[in-house]
């Protein structure tokens, strides 16, 4: 995310048409997701780093556009007539110079956020993926591919149980049952 708002920031300097593609792609991007996976699935593990997220890619847009103001600022300070050329020139480029300290500003608030960001969606996924060993515990099969053999594998916690906290370490129980009679 964070090569995403230095794009769009940088993209300023080809007068935001990067910006603004990089943005209205990363929108499409959020929706077609939203719509293609279950909405309670998406929205408990998109919505709480989410939105600090795309507050910092609206700010690199953003950002993105103060860039291309500065540049008109610049090039409207380019005057053809002699007089007062020079003055006019020097006042534009330290509006120049104040609008891409904003930016650099802008870039720390970013940079900020997206830590932020990350942080909350590393501390998700390890939620995210211990539920999910969880589930896949439960539903496993018992069959193999020989219908002579079934299995079963459970923890052995104090009590038979089909999942484990991830701080503990017992010992892990497979059962299997052969029938040797069958064919």
């Keep these: 995310n964070f090569s995403v708002a230095m794009n769009m920031i940088f993209g300023g300097l080809y007068f935001s048409t990067m910006s603004t593609y990089l943005l209205i792609f990363n929108a499409l991007v959020i929706g077609y ?6 909405l309670f699935y998406f929205i408990s593990f998109t919505l709480p780093h989410g939105i600090i997220e795309l507050f910092a890619i609206v700010l690199a847009c953003g950002a993105g556009f103060r860039v291309t103001h500065a540049i008109f600022v610049l090039i409207s300070g380019i005057k053809i007539s002699k007089e007062n050329r020079n003055d006019i ?33 590393n501390m998700l996924l390890i939620v995210k993926e211990s539920y999910a060993a969880i589930e896949e515990l439960e539903e496993q ?35 299997f049952e052969v029938n040797v009679g069958e064919r």
């Design 33 to 38: 997701s939203a719509c293609a996976t279950n």
């Design 89 to 121: 020139f020097v006042e534009h480029v330290e509006i120049c110079c104040k609008m891409l300290s904003d930016v650099l500003i802008m870039i720390v608030i970013i940079a900020i956020l997206l830590i932020i960001a990350m942080t909350m969606e």
């Design 141 to 175: 099969k018992t069959v193999s591919s020989n219908k002579n053999v079934s299995f079963d594998t459970f923890f052995y916690v104090g009590k038979n149980t089909h999942s484990i906290g991830l701080d503990t370490s017992k010992e892990s129980i497979v059962n």
